[in-house]
Protein backbone atom coordinates (compact mmCIF):
# COMPACT_ATOMS: atom_id res chain seq x y z
CA UNK A 1 0.00 0.00 0.00
CA UNK A 2 3.01 2.36 0.50
CA UNK A 3 4.11 4.43 -2.35
CA UNK A 4 7.80 4.99 -2.81
CA UNK A 5 7.18 8.77 -3.21
CA UNK A 6 3.61 9.81 -1.63
CA UNK A 7 1.40 8.32 0.60
CA UNK A 8 -1.50 11.04 0.51
CA UNK A 9 -2.12 13.55 -1.63
CA UNK A 10 -5.13 15.90 -0.63
CA UNK A 11 -7.36 18.45 -2.16
CA UNK A 12 -8.91 21.15 0.16
CA UNK A 13 -9.59 24.81 1.17
CA UNK A 14 -6.38 26.73 1.65
CA UNK A 15 -7.59 28.89 4.55
CA UNK A 16 -5.98 30.36 7.68
CA UNK A 17 -7.88 29.95 10.75
CA UNK A 18 -8.08 33.48 12.53
CA UNK A 19 -9.31 32.15 16.27
CA UNK A 20 -10.90 33.18 19.27
CA UNK A 21 -12.74 32.28 22.58
CA UNK A 22 -16.41 33.90 22.83
CA UNK A 23 -19.51 33.07 25.29
CA UNK A 24 -22.99 31.52 24.47
CA UNK A 25 -24.34 35.10 24.12
CA UNK A 26 -21.95 36.18 21.07
CA UNK A 27 -22.83 33.06 19.56
CA UNK A 28 -27.25 33.89 20.19
CA UNK A 29 -26.58 37.71 19.10
CA UNK A 30 -24.70 36.78 15.79
CA UNK A 31 -27.24 33.77 14.99
CA UNK A 32 -24.30 31.31 14.83
CA UNK A 33 -25.61 27.92 15.36
CA UNK A 34 -23.07 26.27 17.81
CA UNK A 35 -20.73 23.44 16.31
CA UNK A 36 -21.88 24.53 12.45
CA UNK A 37 -19.80 25.33 9.64
CA UNK A 38 -21.59 28.45 7.43
CA UNK A 39 -19.92 30.36 4.58
CA UNK A 40 -19.70 33.91 5.12
CA UNK A 41 -19.64 37.04 1.68
CA UNK A 42 -16.58 39.36 2.26
CA UNK A 43 -18.70 41.94 4.01
CA UNK A 44 -20.08 39.68 6.78
CA UNK A 45 -16.64 38.35 7.62
CA UNK A 46 -15.27 41.86 8.02
CA UNK A 47 -18.31 42.31 10.15
CA UNK A 48 -18.07 39.58 12.65
CA UNK A 49 -14.25 39.92 12.56
CA UNK A 50 -15.07 43.32 13.78
CA UNK A 51 -17.53 42.11 16.78
CA UNK A 52 -15.15 39.12 17.97
CA UNK A 53 -12.21 38.84 20.07
CA UNK A 54 -8.53 39.42 19.85
CA UNK A 55 -7.50 36.16 17.65
CA UNK A 56 -4.81 34.06 17.06
CA UNK A 57 -4.14 33.38 13.51
CA UNK A 58 -2.32 29.46 12.45
CA UNK A 59 -3.12 28.10 8.97
CA UNK A 60 -5.96 26.02 8.54
CA UNK A 61 -8.57 24.09 6.38
CA UNK A 62 -9.52 20.50 6.69
CA UNK A 63 -7.88 18.41 4.21
CA UNK A 64 -4.92 20.71 5.07
CA UNK A 65 -4.94 20.14 8.54
CA UNK A 66 -5.16 16.33 7.88
CA UNK A 67 -1.83 16.32 5.54
CA UNK A 68 -0.05 18.36 8.47
CA UNK A 69 -1.00 15.50 10.69
CA UNK A 70 0.12 12.62 8.17
CA UNK A 71 3.54 14.84 7.67
CA UNK A 72 3.61 15.32 11.69
CA UNK A 73 3.69 11.67 11.88
CA UNK A 74 6.31 10.28 9.49
CA UNK A 75 3.79 10.30 6.42
CA UNK A 76 4.80 11.69 3.06
CA UNK A 77 2.03 14.47 2.21
CA UNK A 78 1.13 16.40 -0.41
CA UNK A 79 -1.63 18.98 -0.78
CA UNK A 80 -3.41 21.05 -3.32
CA UNK A 81 -5.61 24.47 -2.54
CA UNK A 82 -5.90 27.69 -3.67
CA UNK A 83 -4.57 30.79 -2.00
CA UNK A 84 -3.73 34.62 -3.26
CA UNK A 85 -0.60 35.64 -3.78
CA UNK A 86 -0.94 37.74 -0.30
CA UNK A 87 0.56 37.67 3.11
CA UNK A 88 -1.74 34.76 4.50
CA UNK A 89 -1.21 33.00 1.23
CA UNK A 90 2.44 33.27 2.26
CA UNK A 91 1.92 32.04 5.61
CA UNK A 92 -0.08 29.08 4.49
CA UNK A 93 2.36 28.17 1.73
CA UNK A 94 5.18 28.87 4.54
CA UNK A 95 3.20 26.26 7.16
CA UNK A 96 2.93 23.81 4.60
CA UNK A 97 6.91 23.85 3.69
CA UNK A 98 7.96 23.88 7.56
CA UNK A 99 5.85 20.57 8.23
CA UNK A 100 7.63 18.62 5.06
CA UNK A 101 3.91 18.63 3.26
CA UNK A 102 4.48 19.12 -0.53
CA UNK A 103 2.64 22.35 -1.65
CA UNK A 104 3.07 23.85 -5.21
CA UNK A 105 -0.55 25.00 -6.20
CA UNK A 106 0.23 28.59 -7.90
CA UNK A 107 -1.08 31.38 -5.65
CA UNK A 108 -3.37 33.55 -8.05
CA UNK A 109 -2.40 36.63 -8.48
CA UNK A 110 -2.67 39.43 -5.89
CA UNK A 111 -5.50 42.06 -6.45
CA UNK A 112 -8.48 39.55 -7.21
CA UNK A 113 -9.30 37.38 -4.55
CA UNK A 114 -7.70 37.11 -0.83
CA UNK A 115 -6.16 33.96 0.50
CA UNK A 116 -9.49 32.65 2.58
CA UNK A 117 -9.86 32.93 6.03
CA UNK A 118 -12.25 30.59 8.67
CA UNK A 119 -13.20 32.71 12.06
CA UNK A 120 -13.47 30.19 14.76
CA UNK A 121 -15.58 30.39 18.12
CA UNK A 122 -14.75 28.48 20.76
CA UNK A 123 -16.96 28.57 23.60
CA UNK A 124 -15.93 27.56 27.04
CA UNK A 125 -17.21 24.16 26.37
CA UNK A 126 -14.70 23.76 23.38
CA UNK A 127 -16.81 23.70 21.04
CA UNK A 128 -16.12 25.38 18.00
CA UNK A 129 -18.52 27.08 15.92
CA UNK A 130 -16.72 28.52 11.86
CA UNK A 131 -17.15 31.00 9.83
CA UNK A 132 -15.58 30.75 6.48
CA UNK A 133 -14.70 33.75 3.96
CA UNK A 134 -13.06 31.07 1.44
CA UNK A 135 -11.85 33.93 -1.01
CA UNK A 136 -9.34 32.37 -3.00
CA UNK A 137 -9.42 28.68 -1.79
CA UNK A 138 -13.07 27.99 -4.01
CA UNK A 139 -11.27 29.55 -7.38
CA UNK A 140 -9.57 26.21 -7.15
CA UNK A 141 -9.62 24.81 -10.66
CA UNK A 142 -8.49 20.94 -12.37
CA UNK A 143 -5.78 22.72 -14.45
CA UNK A 144 -4.02 23.20 -11.20
CA UNK A 145 -4.17 19.74 -10.78
CA UNK A 146 -0.48 17.84 -10.79
CA UNK A 147 -1.70 14.66 -12.95
CA UNK A 148 1.51 12.88 -12.15
CA UNK A 149 1.38 13.85 -8.13
CA UNK A 150 -2.14 12.56 -8.33
CA UNK A 151 -0.76 9.17 -10.24
CA UNK A 152 2.30 8.95 -7.27
CA UNK A 153 0.18 9.17 -4.31
CA UNK A 154 -1.44 6.29 -2.75
CA UNK A 155 -4.23 7.68 -0.85
CA UNK A 156 -6.11 10.69 -2.96
CA UNK A 157 -7.82 12.29 -0.34
CA UNK A 158 -10.34 15.15 -0.75
CA UNK A 159 -12.73 17.79 1.06
CA UNK A 160 -16.09 17.57 1.46
CA UNK A 161 -15.85 21.36 1.93
CA UNK A 162 -14.80 22.19 -1.58
CA UNK A 163 -17.74 19.76 -2.75
CA UNK A 164 -20.10 22.75 -2.47
CA UNK A 165 -18.73 25.51 -4.79
CA UNK A 166 -18.78 23.88 -8.65
CA UNK A 167 -15.14 24.68 -9.78
CA UNK A 168 -13.62 23.16 -7.08
CA UNK A 169 -15.75 20.18 -7.38
CA UNK A 170 -15.17 19.83 -11.57
CA UNK A 171 -10.79 19.74 -10.13
CA UNK A 172 -12.42 17.36 -7.50
CA UNK A 173 -13.83 14.74 -9.65
CA UNK A 174 -11.46 15.26 -12.41
CA UNK A 175 -8.92 14.55 -9.82
CA UNK A 176 -10.54 11.24 -8.99
CA UNK A 177 -11.23 10.23 -12.35
CA UNK A 178 -6.64 9.74 -12.75
CA UNK A 179 -6.40 8.43 -9.31
CA UNK A 180 -8.95 5.84 -10.37
CA UNK A 181 -7.22 4.99 -13.59
CA UNK A 182 -3.66 4.70 -11.91
CA UNK A 183 -5.01 2.09 -9.55
CA UNK A 184 -5.42 4.51 -6.58
CA UNK A 185 -7.90 4.56 -3.80
CA UNK A 186 -9.74 7.59 -3.29
CA UNK A 187 -10.90 8.67 0.41
CA UNK A 188 -13.80 11.18 0.91
CA UNK A 189 -14.31 13.27 3.70
CA UNK A 190 -18.26 14.67 4.42
CA UNK A 191 -18.66 17.88 5.74
CA UNK A 192 -21.76 19.30 6.34
CA UNK A 193 -21.61 20.91 2.86
CA UNK A 194 -22.15 17.83 1.04
CA UNK A 195 -25.24 17.10 3.29
CA UNK A 196 -27.16 19.98 1.54
CA UNK A 197 -30.16 18.83 -0.84
CA UNK A 198 -28.80 19.25 -4.22
CA UNK A 199 -25.18 18.56 -4.07
CA UNK A 200 -25.90 15.40 -1.78
CA UNK A 201 -27.54 13.78 -4.77
CA UNK A 202 -24.81 14.19 -7.17
CA UNK A 203 -22.35 12.93 -4.05
CA UNK A 204 -24.89 9.92 -3.51
CA UNK A 205 -24.39 9.16 -7.60
CA UNK A 206 -20.19 9.70 -7.26
CA UNK A 207 -20.90 6.61 -4.63
CA UNK A 208 -23.20 4.46 -6.44
CA UNK A 209 -20.63 4.91 -9.39
CA UNK A 210 -18.16 3.65 -7.48
CA UNK A 211 -16.01 7.07 -7.21
CA UNK A 212 -14.96 6.36 -3.28
CA UNK A 213 -13.19 3.54 -1.55
CA UNK A 214 -13.09 5.15 1.41
CA UNK A 215 -15.42 7.31 3.14
CA UNK A 216 -14.94 9.67 6.63
CA UNK A 217 -17.84 10.85 8.11
CA UNK A 218 -19.09 11.90 11.64
CA UNK A 219 -22.54 10.07 12.94
CA UNK A 220 -24.82 13.48 12.23
CA UNK A 221 -23.78 13.27 8.84
CA UNK A 222 -23.96 9.63 8.23
CA UNK A 223 -27.73 9.92 9.30
CA UNK A 224 -27.32 12.83 6.55
CA UNK A 225 -26.59 11.01 4.36
CA UNK A 226 -29.09 7.66 4.71
CA UNK A 227 -32.76 6.63 4.98
CA UNK A 228 -31.69 4.90 7.97
CA UNK A 229 -32.59 6.52 11.82
CA UNK A 230 -31.15 4.28 13.80
CA UNK A 231 -26.93 3.65 13.72
CA UNK A 232 -26.78 -0.46 13.05
CA UNK A 233 -29.63 0.55 9.93
CA UNK A 234 -27.44 3.56 8.85
CA UNK A 235 -23.94 2.05 9.05
CA UNK A 236 -25.30 -1.10 6.94
CA UNK A 237 -26.82 1.01 4.32
CA UNK A 238 -23.64 2.87 3.41
CA UNK A 239 -21.15 0.07 3.97
CA UNK A 240 -22.77 -1.46 1.42
CA UNK A 241 -21.94 1.22 -0.94
CA UNK A 242 -18.64 2.09 0.12
CA UNK A 243 -15.77 -0.49 0.57
CA UNK A 244 -14.18 1.60 3.65
CA UNK A 245 -16.69 3.41 6.09
CA UNK A 246 -15.07 5.48 9.29
CA UNK A 247 -17.28 7.16 11.21
CA UNK A 248 -16.42 9.79 13.92
CA UNK A 249 -18.50 10.07 17.31
CA UNK A 250 -16.63 12.69 19.27
CA UNK A 251 -16.57 11.40 23.40
CA UNK A 252 -18.13 8.46 21.83
CA UNK A 253 -15.72 6.73 19.93
CA UNK A 254 -15.54 5.59 16.34
CA UNK A 255 -16.31 3.03 13.82
CA UNK A 256 -14.76 1.55 10.79
CA UNK A 257 -16.67 -0.96 8.55
CA UNK A 258 -14.47 -2.85 5.86
CA UNK A 259 -15.20 -5.91 3.91
CA UNK A 260 -18.13 -7.04 6.41
CA UNK A 261 -15.85 -6.80 9.15
CA UNK A 262 -16.85 -4.15 11.85
CA UNK A 263 -14.83 -2.59 14.55
CA UNK A 264 -15.75 -0.45 17.61
CA UNK A 265 -12.76 1.95 19.61
CA UNK A 266 -13.84 4.34 22.07
CA UNK A 267 -12.21 8.04 22.69
CA UNK A 268 -8.58 8.26 23.61
CA UNK A 269 -8.20 9.92 26.86
CA UNK A 270 -7.70 13.34 27.06
CA UNK A 271 -6.12 15.24 30.01
CA UNK A 272 -8.02 18.78 29.54
CA UNK A 273 -10.55 19.72 26.18
CA UNK A 274 -9.47 22.94 25.01
CA UNK A 275 -10.64 23.14 21.34
CA UNK A 276 -12.76 20.62 19.22
CA UNK A 277 -11.53 22.26 16.09
CA UNK A 278 -9.69 19.86 13.79
CA UNK A 279 -10.60 16.62 16.06
CA UNK A 280 -11.68 15.05 12.56
CA UNK A 281 -9.24 16.16 10.35
CA UNK A 282 -6.67 14.89 12.60
CA UNK A 283 -9.00 11.36 13.24
CA UNK A 284 -8.43 10.98 9.49
CA UNK A 285 -4.37 11.80 9.65
CA UNK A 286 -4.25 8.99 12.04
CA UNK A 287 -5.90 6.65 10.60
CA UNK A 288 -4.68 6.88 6.66
CA UNK A 289 -1.08 7.16 7.99
CA UNK A 290 -1.37 3.94 9.90
CA UNK A 291 -3.20 2.89 7.12
CA UNK A 292 -0.12 3.21 4.87
CA UNK A 293 1.84 1.60 7.11
CA UNK A 294 -0.18 -1.26 6.20
CA UNK A 295 -0.95 -2.71 9.84
CA UNK A 296 -4.69 -3.54 10.84
CA UNK A 297 -7.84 -1.68 10.69
CA UNK A 298 -8.13 -1.50 14.48
CA UNK A 299 -4.82 -0.02 14.91
CA UNK A 300 -5.55 2.90 12.15
CA UNK A 301 -8.69 3.83 14.06
CA UNK A 302 -6.58 3.57 17.39
CA UNK A 303 -4.51 6.08 15.73
CA UNK A 304 -6.65 8.51 14.51
CA UNK A 305 -8.29 8.73 17.81
CA UNK A 306 -4.68 9.15 19.15
CA UNK A 307 -4.02 12.04 17.10
CA UNK A 308 -7.53 13.71 17.23
CA UNK A 309 -6.81 13.97 21.24
CA UNK A 310 -3.77 15.80 20.87
CA UNK A 311 -5.76 18.53 18.38
CA UNK A 312 -8.33 19.10 21.11
CA UNK A 313 -6.39 19.38 23.76
CA UNK A 314 -4.69 22.41 22.81
CA UNK A 315 -6.58 25.79 20.37
CA UNK A 316 -6.01 25.21 17.07
CA UNK A 317 -5.96 22.62 14.39
CA UNK A 318 -2.38 21.74 13.70
CA UNK A 319 -0.46 19.26 15.76
CA UNK A 320 1.66 20.65 18.53
CA UNK A 321 2.87 17.82 20.72
CA UNK A 322 5.02 15.15 19.26
CA UNK A 323 2.62 13.07 17.15
CA UNK A 324 5.17 10.93 15.77
CA UNK A 325 6.42 9.83 19.20
CA UNK A 326 2.74 9.46 20.27
CA UNK A 327 0.91 7.13 17.57
CA UNK A 328 4.27 5.23 17.50
CA UNK A 329 3.75 3.91 14.13
CA UNK B 1 -3.37 59.80 39.51
CA UNK B 2 -6.35 58.58 37.04
CA UNK B 3 -7.88 60.88 34.27
CA UNK B 4 -11.35 60.54 33.86
CA UNK B 5 -10.61 59.65 29.92
CA UNK B 6 -7.00 57.64 29.81
CA UNK B 7 -4.69 55.93 32.38
CA UNK B 8 -1.84 55.36 29.78
CA UNK B 9 -1.07 56.21 26.20
CA UNK B 10 1.73 54.19 24.93
CA UNK B 11 4.01 54.54 21.68
CA UNK B 12 5.55 51.44 19.88
CA UNK B 13 6.48 48.98 17.60
CA UNK B 14 2.56 47.78 15.63
CA UNK B 15 3.96 44.31 14.38
CA UNK B 16 2.63 41.13 14.13
CA UNK B 17 4.38 37.90 16.17
CA UNK B 18 5.54 34.99 14.30
CA UNK B 19 6.02 32.36 17.01
CA UNK B 20 7.62 28.73 16.14
CA UNK B 21 9.83 26.40 18.48
CA UNK B 22 12.92 25.72 17.70
CA UNK B 23 16.21 23.60 19.43
CA UNK B 24 19.32 25.27 20.34
CA UNK B 25 20.83 24.32 16.97
CA UNK B 26 18.95 26.27 15.34
CA UNK B 27 19.39 29.42 16.56
CA UNK B 28 23.56 28.58 16.33
CA UNK B 29 23.29 27.30 12.72
CA UNK B 30 21.39 31.17 12.16
CA UNK B 31 24.29 32.60 14.22
CA UNK B 32 21.14 34.26 16.63
CA UNK B 33 22.42 34.83 20.20
CA UNK B 34 19.84 33.06 22.21
CA UNK B 35 17.67 36.02 24.30
CA UNK B 36 18.35 38.82 21.78
CA UNK B 37 16.50 40.93 19.42
CA UNK B 38 18.13 41.69 16.30
CA UNK B 39 16.26 43.69 12.97
CA UNK B 40 16.41 41.94 10.41
CA UNK B 41 16.07 43.50 6.68
CA UNK B 42 13.01 42.06 4.51
CA UNK B 43 15.46 39.57 2.63
CA UNK B 44 17.02 38.24 6.06
CA UNK B 45 13.25 37.72 7.58
CA UNK B 46 11.92 35.94 4.23
CA UNK B 47 15.31 33.70 4.39
CA UNK B 48 15.02 32.54 8.11
CA UNK B 49 11.17 32.28 7.80
CA UNK B 50 11.77 29.92 5.38
CA UNK B 51 14.05 27.58 7.39
CA UNK B 52 12.09 28.05 10.42
CA UNK B 53 9.35 26.18 11.73
CA UNK B 54 5.39 26.65 11.27
CA UNK B 55 3.76 29.40 13.21
CA UNK B 56 1.15 30.64 14.66
CA UNK B 57 0.73 34.90 14.43
CA UNK B 58 -0.56 36.99 17.37
CA UNK B 59 -0.74 41.03 17.49
CA UNK B 60 2.78 42.06 19.27
CA UNK B 61 5.16 44.59 19.73
CA UNK B 62 6.36 45.49 23.64
CA UNK B 63 4.41 48.62 24.21
CA UNK B 64 1.14 47.60 22.45
CA UNK B 65 1.84 43.63 24.82
CA UNK B 66 1.67 46.24 27.59
CA UNK B 67 -1.25 47.85 26.61
CA UNK B 68 -3.26 44.91 25.70
CA UNK B 69 -2.19 44.10 29.41
CA UNK B 70 -3.12 47.38 30.82
CA UNK B 71 -6.68 47.12 28.73
CA UNK B 72 -6.81 43.06 30.40
CA UNK B 73 -6.63 44.55 34.25
CA UNK B 74 -9.44 46.93 33.62
CA UNK B 75 -7.14 49.98 32.44
CA UNK B 76 -7.85 52.99 29.73
CA UNK B 77 -5.27 52.21 27.28
CA UNK B 78 -4.40 53.97 24.35
CA UNK B 79 -1.67 53.11 21.84
CA UNK B 80 0.08 54.74 18.72
CA UNK B 81 2.17 52.73 16.39
CA UNK B 82 2.75 52.86 12.62
CA UNK B 83 0.96 49.67 10.69
CA UNK B 84 0.41 49.26 7.00
CA UNK B 85 -2.54 48.99 5.21
CA UNK B 86 -2.39 45.38 4.62
CA UNK B 87 -3.62 41.91 6.18
CA UNK B 88 -1.41 41.93 9.22
CA UNK B 89 -2.18 45.36 9.52
CA UNK B 90 -6.12 44.72 10.27
CA UNK B 91 -5.21 41.69 12.24
CA UNK B 92 -2.77 44.35 14.66
CA UNK B 93 -5.71 46.91 14.60
CA UNK B 94 -8.67 43.99 15.15
CA UNK B 95 -6.54 42.97 18.09
CA UNK B 96 -5.90 46.25 19.73
CA UNK B 97 -9.68 47.28 19.47
CA UNK B 98 -11.00 44.03 20.33
CA UNK B 99 -8.84 44.51 23.54
CA UNK B 100 -10.72 47.77 24.23
CA UNK B 101 -7.58 49.94 23.55
CA UNK B 102 -8.37 53.06 21.44
CA UNK B 103 -6.15 53.07 18.47
CA UNK B 104 -6.28 55.21 15.55
CA UNK B 105 -3.31 55.42 14.18
CA UNK B 106 -3.64 55.46 10.02
CA UNK B 107 -2.04 52.86 8.34
CA UNK B 108 0.62 53.51 5.35
CA UNK B 109 -0.60 53.41 2.17
CA UNK B 110 -0.63 50.16 0.90
CA UNK B 111 1.98 49.93 -1.62
CA UNK B 112 4.97 51.34 0.40
CA UNK B 113 6.73 49.44 3.49
CA UNK B 114 4.75 45.96 4.69
CA UNK B 115 3.15 46.17 8.43
CA UNK B 116 5.96 44.56 10.72
CA UNK B 117 6.33 41.37 11.79
CA UNK B 118 8.89 39.90 14.72
CA UNK B 119 10.04 36.26 14.05
CA UNK B 120 10.15 34.48 17.38
CA UNK B 121 12.01 31.13 17.94
CA UNK B 122 10.85 29.76 21.32
CA UNK B 123 13.60 27.03 22.64
CA UNK B 124 12.73 24.19 24.56
CA UNK B 125 14.20 26.26 27.98
CA UNK B 126 11.29 28.85 27.18
CA UNK B 127 14.26 31.89 25.96
CA UNK B 128 12.67 33.66 23.41
CA UNK B 129 14.99 35.15 20.49
CA UNK B 130 13.55 37.86 18.48
CA UNK B 131 13.96 39.07 15.04
CA UNK B 132 12.38 42.16 13.65
CA UNK B 133 11.52 43.43 10.48
CA UNK B 134 10.15 46.72 11.85
CA UNK B 135 8.92 47.47 7.68
CA UNK B 136 6.00 49.80 8.47
CA UNK B 137 6.71 50.44 12.42
CA UNK B 138 9.51 52.47 12.28
CA UNK B 139 8.17 54.91 9.31
CA UNK B 140 6.15 56.42 12.60
CA UNK B 141 6.36 60.04 12.58
CA UNK B 142 5.84 63.11 15.08
CA UNK B 143 2.66 64.15 12.60
CA UNK B 144 0.74 60.38 13.64
CA UNK B 145 0.61 61.97 17.32
CA UNK B 146 -2.74 62.71 18.81
CA UNK B 147 -1.59 65.63 20.86
CA UNK B 148 -5.07 65.87 22.87
CA UNK B 149 -4.59 62.16 23.45
CA UNK B 150 -1.23 62.94 25.00
CA UNK B 151 -2.52 65.74 27.27
CA UNK B 152 -5.33 63.56 28.49
CA UNK B 153 -2.96 60.03 29.48
CA UNK B 154 -2.00 60.21 33.12
CA UNK B 155 1.38 58.12 32.03
CA UNK B 156 2.82 58.18 28.55
CA UNK B 157 4.43 55.22 27.86
CA UNK B 158 7.67 54.78 25.58
CA UNK B 159 9.40 51.80 23.98
CA UNK B 160 12.80 51.32 23.82
CA UNK B 161 12.89 49.28 20.35
CA UNK B 162 11.58 52.48 18.62
CA UNK B 163 14.52 54.63 20.27
CA UNK B 164 16.91 53.20 17.52
CA UNK B 165 15.40 54.89 14.17
CA UNK B 166 15.40 58.76 14.41
CA UNK B 167 11.80 58.93 12.86
CA UNK B 168 10.25 57.35 16.29
CA UNK B 169 12.60 58.48 18.07
CA UNK B 170 11.63 62.46 17.05
CA UNK B 171 8.24 61.18 17.48
CA UNK B 172 8.97 60.16 21.17
CA UNK B 173 10.87 63.32 21.82
CA UNK B 174 8.01 65.09 20.80
CA UNK B 175 5.58 63.04 22.83
CA UNK B 176 7.89 64.12 25.66
CA UNK B 177 7.41 67.77 25.09
CA UNK B 178 3.54 67.41 25.04
CA UNK B 179 3.24 65.21 28.55
CA UNK B 180 5.47 67.48 30.33
CA UNK B 181 4.12 70.45 29.04
CA UNK B 182 0.39 68.68 30.34
CA UNK B 183 2.16 68.03 33.27
CA UNK B 184 1.37 64.20 32.78
CA UNK B 185 4.62 61.48 33.91
CA UNK B 186 6.71 59.95 30.84
CA UNK B 187 7.39 56.44 31.71
CA UNK B 188 10.36 54.53 29.37
CA UNK B 189 11.31 51.01 29.25
CA UNK B 190 14.43 50.31 28.18
CA UNK B 191 15.35 47.75 25.47
CA UNK B 192 18.84 46.64 23.85
CA UNK B 193 18.27 48.98 21.31
CA UNK B 194 18.59 52.12 23.56
CA UNK B 195 21.78 50.39 24.79
CA UNK B 196 23.85 50.59 21.87
CA UNK B 197 26.73 53.25 21.89
CA UNK B 198 25.63 56.67 20.42
CA UNK B 199 22.13 55.90 21.18
CA UNK B 200 22.73 55.52 24.70
CA UNK B 201 24.56 59.01 24.90
CA UNK B 202 21.11 60.55 24.15
CA UNK B 203 18.68 58.17 25.72
CA UNK B 204 20.57 59.52 28.67
CA UNK B 205 21.24 63.35 27.73
CA UNK B 206 17.23 62.91 27.89
CA UNK B 207 17.12 61.58 31.31
CA UNK B 208 19.76 63.77 32.54
CA UNK B 209 17.51 66.88 31.64
CA UNK B 210 14.40 65.16 33.39
CA UNK B 211 12.55 63.26 30.50
CA UNK B 212 11.95 60.17 32.45
CA UNK B 213 9.96 60.30 35.04
CA UNK B 214 9.50 56.24 35.34
CA UNK B 215 11.92 54.30 33.92
CA UNK B 216 11.51 50.31 33.33
CA UNK B 217 14.36 48.04 32.71
CA UNK B 218 16.18 44.59 33.16
CA UNK B 219 19.35 43.88 35.38
CA UNK B 220 21.09 43.34 32.14
CA UNK B 221 19.79 46.48 30.79
CA UNK B 222 20.92 48.24 34.12
CA UNK B 223 24.30 47.55 34.09
CA UNK B 224 24.55 48.70 30.06
CA UNK B 225 23.59 52.06 30.86
CA UNK B 226 25.51 52.42 34.10
CA UNK B 227 29.03 52.85 35.01
CA UNK B 228 28.65 50.23 38.57
CA UNK B 229 29.59 46.12 38.79
CA UNK B 230 27.67 45.69 41.46
CA UNK B 231 23.85 46.03 41.50
CA UNK B 232 23.60 48.16 44.66
CA UNK B 233 26.07 50.39 43.04
CA UNK B 234 23.94 50.59 39.42
CA UNK B 235 20.57 51.17 41.36
CA UNK B 236 22.17 54.15 43.07
CA UNK B 237 23.49 55.92 40.34
CA UNK B 238 20.75 55.74 38.10
CA UNK B 239 17.69 55.87 41.39
CA UNK B 240 19.80 59.65 41.20
CA UNK B 241 18.49 60.49 37.88
CA UNK B 242 14.38 59.17 37.75
CA UNK B 243 12.44 59.64 40.76
CA UNK B 244 11.00 56.25 39.61
CA UNK B 245 13.09 53.28 38.71
CA UNK B 246 12.05 49.67 38.22
CA UNK B 247 14.50 46.92 37.35
CA UNK B 248 12.92 43.18 36.60
CA UNK B 249 15.11 40.25 37.45
CA UNK B 250 13.47 37.20 35.66
CA UNK B 251 13.02 34.54 38.28
CA UNK B 252 14.89 36.74 40.86
CA UNK B 253 12.05 38.97 41.06
CA UNK B 254 11.93 42.51 41.10
CA UNK B 255 13.09 45.86 42.44
CA UNK B 256 12.16 49.33 42.49
CA UNK B 257 13.45 52.82 43.86
CA UNK B 258 11.33 55.80 44.67
CA UNK B 259 11.81 58.80 46.54
CA UNK B 260 14.59 56.82 48.48
CA UNK B 261 12.62 53.90 49.20
CA UNK B 262 13.64 50.90 47.66
CA UNK B 263 11.70 47.61 48.28
CA UNK B 264 12.77 44.10 46.26
CA UNK B 265 9.96 41.41 45.47
CA UNK B 266 9.93 37.96 44.34
CA UNK B 267 9.21 36.65 40.75
CA UNK B 268 5.42 35.10 41.08
CA UNK B 269 4.76 31.39 41.37
CA UNK B 270 3.79 29.90 38.07
CA UNK B 271 2.95 26.25 36.95
CA UNK B 272 5.26 25.58 34.00
CA UNK B 273 7.46 28.31 32.22
CA UNK B 274 6.59 27.87 28.38
CA UNK B 275 7.46 31.51 26.74
CA UNK B 276 9.42 34.28 28.37
CA UNK B 277 8.23 36.33 25.24
CA UNK B 278 6.16 39.45 26.50
CA UNK B 279 7.54 38.72 30.67
CA UNK B 280 8.77 42.50 31.05
CA UNK B 281 5.79 43.74 28.70
CA UNK B 282 3.35 42.28 31.18
CA UNK B 283 5.17 43.14 33.66
CA UNK B 284 5.13 47.05 33.22
CA UNK B 285 1.03 46.81 32.26
CA UNK B 286 0.49 45.57 35.98
CA UNK B 287 2.84 48.03 37.63
CA UNK B 288 1.17 51.09 35.32
CA UNK B 289 -2.25 49.38 35.66
CA UNK B 290 -1.70 49.50 39.76
CA UNK B 291 0.21 52.65 39.62
CA UNK B 292 -2.83 54.07 38.22
CA UNK B 293 -5.55 53.04 40.56
CA UNK B 294 -3.34 54.96 43.18
CA UNK B 295 -2.33 51.81 45.19
CA UNK B 296 1.48 51.80 47.01
CA UNK B 297 4.62 51.06 45.52
CA UNK B 298 4.85 46.99 46.60
CA UNK B 299 1.36 46.77 45.38
CA UNK B 300 2.13 48.32 42.22
CA UNK B 301 5.53 45.33 42.14
CA UNK B 302 3.08 42.68 43.02
CA UNK B 303 0.47 43.20 40.35
CA UNK B 304 3.76 43.65 38.00
CA UNK B 305 4.59 40.01 38.65
CA UNK B 306 1.57 38.02 38.73
CA UNK B 307 0.71 39.94 35.05
CA UNK B 308 4.60 38.71 33.99
CA UNK B 309 3.82 35.16 35.39
CA UNK B 310 0.71 34.73 33.60
CA UNK B 311 2.23 35.70 30.25
CA UNK B 312 5.30 33.26 30.25
CA UNK B 313 2.57 30.20 31.23
CA UNK B 314 1.64 30.08 27.74
CA UNK B 315 2.97 30.29 23.80
CA UNK B 316 3.14 34.92 23.08
CA UNK B 317 2.58 37.68 24.94
CA UNK B 318 -1.46 38.35 24.69
CA UNK B 319 -2.83 37.37 27.86
CA UNK B 320 -5.07 34.69 28.19
CA UNK B 321 -6.40 34.66 31.05
CA UNK B 322 -8.59 36.77 33.23
CA UNK B 323 -5.91 39.20 34.14
CA UNK B 324 -8.62 41.46 35.79
CA UNK B 325 -9.55 38.72 38.54
CA UNK B 326 -6.12 37.39 38.99
CA UNK B 327 -4.34 41.24 39.69
CA UNK B 328 -7.86 41.76 41.75
CA UNK B 329 -6.68 45.27 41.69
Sequence with gaps: MTSPGLDILAIGDAIVDVIATCDEAFLAEHDLPKGSMQLLSPRQADALYAAMGSARETSGGSAANTMAGVAAMGGQAAFIGQIADDQLGKIFAHDMHALGVAFDTPPLASGTLPTGRCLILVTP???????????????????????????????????????????????????????????????????????????????????????????????DELFQMTASSDLDGALAEMAAKVPTLVITRGPAGAIAVERGQRIDIPAAPIPTLVDTTGAGDLFAA????????????????????????????????????????????
Tied chains: 1, 2.
Excluded at 291 to 308: E, F, H, K, M, P
Design 125 to 219: DAQRTMNTCPGASHELRADALDEAQIRAASILYLEGYLWGPAGPRGAMERAVAIAHDAGRQVAFTVSESVCIAGRKEGFARMIEAGGVDLLFANE
Design 286 to 329: GFLTARCRGVGLARQLRTGAIAAAEIISHFGARPEADLKAMVAL
